[in-house]
Every structure is written in structure tokens, then in C-alpha cells.
């Protein structure tokens, strides 16, 4: 393959999630670099250390002496317009080139080829952003494992605890669903997982990772972790519903994550209350990987 012409813009894509980190680089349509790395370091409620990280992983990934024609960001964390533009002002002091920053669920849409929608991701967290007809950008969730991420890997591991502990006060005895929970915390007995989850010091990673234990229970029969899939498929949908609630367009639903797509009683249970609550949406699982709605939209400010 000959060499895009020096005057074909660098255009660099990058997809912060919660674990990894994902860069895409073009000349036209000649690949630079595909660089994935873990998101430790990144800390997007600080602007200037966060456009730091930002500058210093594009160094890393890309040939020496490259400088970008454009960068487009999806981030991990970017909750708010005001923060994705602090970032994304702070990024232009590294690199003379247009700059966007967004929440990494927005890359779904364009990542998707479309123009509209929503983007749903639940991977260890869960968060629903659209946008509405003006333009504006609109996000529902997102408020991380001790408060919300429900349908997330950490939200449903917090909530089948919730499920046990009830179990156990109710006088049941432990069924699949407690007795796994017990053994993938190390703990001796039910009302111990509560101090086992408050130990956890990376909340989100540590009671997400318990997380297949719930799918598990689930396959043996237990109807506690049933219904908990359920809740979280009902509680993902609910995102859906609250985005047409504001006005948002929400005719396609872009899904990603590693929870939901890997694990079809969620996607299911997701799906049949998506059909119930906004039943003119179609969900469309996500077939390419996320960073390429970041290079969609860095080409676009080029």
C-alpha cells in the first residue's frame, strides 16, 4: 500500500472507556496506528492533567514527529458540555488542531453510520446520551455503582447482595444465587457481604467483576438472580424512556458494552421492556468497535 500524499490530513480517534483505552489514526484511508492501552491515569474532572494524558497517549501511538490534522475524543466520565469543552480547551494547547471532546457514549451513534439516536452502553457502568433536534446533548445515568449503573456489571452485583440480604431476612435459605455471592467475595456468610462490598476501594471494578456469578445463579435456577437480570434489563430500558421524555430522538438505540451484549438473558430482558416502555425504538447492538464513531468525528472537522 503506497503512502497517503503529505497533504492528507492525520486524523486521530480515541475511545476512553472505564478499562481500556483505544486509539485509531488515518491518513485518508491508510491506518497509523490502533493503540490500545489500560485508561489508568485518566482523570476527566481535572481538565489540564486530563488533555495532558490525552497529549501524552497520542505521542505514544503515533509515528514519531506526527502531529494530528484533528482530534476527537469520547471519554470515559465526561458528564457534562461544560467539562467536555474544559477538556477540549485544554487539549488545543497541545496540538494546533480543532479538538472534540464528548462522553464515550456518544461515539456509538456515528460509530453506528448514523446521524441520530441514542447511545446506551452497559459495560461495568450504565449510561443512555442522545441529543436533542438543536443539537444539544442529553445524557440519562451514568451516576456510577454506589448510586445508579443499574444494568451495569457493578449496579447488578450490588443488586443481587440487595436480593440476598433480603433472602436472608426473610429466614430463606441461601439459594444459588447467595451462595455464589458468598464464595466470589470470600466471606463466611450472607450478612458479611455488606462489609465485603464497603471494603472495596475501585468500587465499580471490584463488585463489577463479580458480576458472571449473578449469570450463573441464574442458569442454575435461582429466582432471586432472574430477577435481577430482569430489573436491569427493565432499568436500561427505562434510560431509553426517559431520553424520549425530553425530546430526544430515540427511533435507533446504538448498544455497546461488555455486560449486556455478552450476556443474552440481559439483552433480552432489555430488549422485551424496551418494546413495552418506547416501542417505536430499535435497538441495534453495536458491530464495530466504538473508537470508530471518534475517527467519524474527527474526519468531520477536518
Not at 4 to 21: A, F, H, W
Not at 24 to 46: I, M, Y
Not at 197 to 217: I, N, Q
Not at 236 to 263: F, H, K, M, N, Y
Request: glycine residues 12%; aromatic residues 4%.
Amino acid at each position: 500500500m503506497q503512502d497517503s500524499p503529505p497533504s492528507c490530513p492525520l486524523v486521530v480517534g480515541i475511545d476512553v472507556g472505564g478499562t481500556k483505552t483505544h486509539l485509531r489514526a488515518f491518513t485518508g484511508e491508510r491506518s497509523v496506528a490502533d493503540h490500545v492501552r489500560p485508561s489508568s491515569g485518566w482523570r476527566p474532572h481535572d481538565p489540564v492533567a486530563a488533555a495532558g494524558w490525552l497529549a501524552a497517549l497520542v505521542a505514544e501511538a503515533l509515528p514519531t514527529g506526527a502531529r494530528p490534522s484533528a482530534v476527537a475524543v469520547g471519554g470515559h466520565a465526561c458528564e457534562t458540555p461544560r467539562q467536555c469543552a474544559q477538556i477540549r480547551t485544554a487539549l488545543q494547547l497541545h496540538f494546533d488542531a480543532p479538538a472534540l471532546v464528548m462522553g464515550d457514549a456518544e461515539l456509538l451513534v456515528p460509530a453506528a453510520g448514523l446521524d441520530r439516536g441514542v447511545g446506551l452502553v452497559a459495560g461495568t457502568g450504565s449510561v443512555a446520551v442522545g441529543r436533542l433536534d438543536d443539537g444539544s446533548p442529553v445524557q440519562v445515568g451514568g451516576w456510577g455503582a454506589v448510586l445508579g449503573d443499574e444494568g451495569g456489571s457493578a449496579g447488578l452485583v450490588r443488586e443481587a447482595v440487595r436480593a440476598a440480604w433480603g433472602a436472608h431476612d426473610r429466614g430463606e435459605e441461601p439459594d444459588a444465587l447467595a451462595k455464589s455471592l458468598v464464595a466470589a467475595f470470600g466471606v463466611a456468610e450472607v450478612p458479611a457481604l455488606g462489609a465485603a462490598l464497603e471494603s472495596a476501594e475501585d468500587v465499580s471494578a471490584e463488585w463489577g467483576r463479580h458480576a458472571p456469578v449473578v449469570f450463573a445463579a441464574a442458569e442454575a435456577g435461582s429466582p432471586l438472580a432472574r430477577t435481577v437480570i430482569t430489573e436491569g434489563g427493565r432499568a436500561l430500558a427505562a434510560l431509553v424512556e426517559r431520553l424520549a421524555a425530553r425530546g430526544v430522538p430515540v427511533d435507533d438505540v446504538v448498544i455497546a458494552g461488555s455486560t449486556v451484549l455478552a450476556q443474552p438473558a440481559l439483552y433480552d430482558a432489555f430488549v422485551s421492556s424496551l418494546a413495552e416502555r418506547v416501542p417505536g425504538a430499535r435497538p441495534r447492538p453495536l458491530g464495530v468497535a466504538p473508537v470508530d464513531g471518534a475517527v467519524a468525528m474527527a474526519r468531520s472537522l477536518v
